[in-house]
């Protein structure tokens, strides 16, 4: 997660294959924690086509091929999921400790 984080374009938006990623990344820690991380996914609705580019003259769009997602929200929800989980160990251990619900 904190790969992905470091490793996102600077762009306003970002390709859907970085959520794509964000959440291989999110099913991982999921499944090893044993915790409901679904609330963190980037809805479907929240990756679509953007405009590239406008004609004023003509009032035309021209539109990505590719669906993107906007930067910001993807980095909150990187921090939001990275905020709940603390590194542990040493060097020769390396792993994710889910928060305490107490």
Not at 3 to 22: D, Q, R
Not at 45 to 53: G, H, K, L, P
């Amino acid at each position: 997660m904190t790969a992905l984080k470091s490793n996102l374009p600077k762009n306003l938006y970002v390709s859907e294959l970085f959520v794509s990623e964000f959440h291989v990344a999110l099913d991982t820690l999921a499944k090893s924690s044993g915790a409901d991380l679904s609330r963190f996914r980037i809805p479907d609705n929240a990756v679509s086509r953007v405009i590239e580019s406008k004609n004023t003259l003509t009032g035309m769009n021209n539109w990505s091929r590719d669906k993107k997602c906007d930067r910001n929200l993807l980095m909150v929800r990187i921090d939001t999921v990275l905020g709940f989980f603390q590194l542990r160990g040493s060097r020769s251990e390396i792993g994710f400790v889910p928060p305490s619900l107490d």
